[in-house]
């Protein structure tokens, strides 16, 4: 498939210092391989969306917490600091 893509200059001025660089043999190799690394980074973005809800779910479903006292939770911190001393 042939498709026309007009690029603003800094992005035309990457895709020909790549061409000019020889890393790639034209525009349409970088485009490409842009194309396909940014396909990867959303299957990745999507895979840590979804591990995040099913944390959150996982969160959701395992109930109420209850109440934390913050005065509590030092004074346990603290007993075990002196347990491991």
Known sequence: MTMNVT???????????????????????????????????????AAKLADLRAAWEEGIASGDGGFLDAEEIIAEARALQQIER
Request: proline share 3%; no cysteine.
């Open 7 to 45: 690029l603003p200059e800094d992005l035309a001025s990457i895709v020909r210092q790549q061409v000019e660089s020889g890393r790639y043999a034209s525009s349409a190799e970088v485009m490409r391989h842009a194309l396909q690394a940014l396909a990867f980074r959303e299957e990745e973005d």
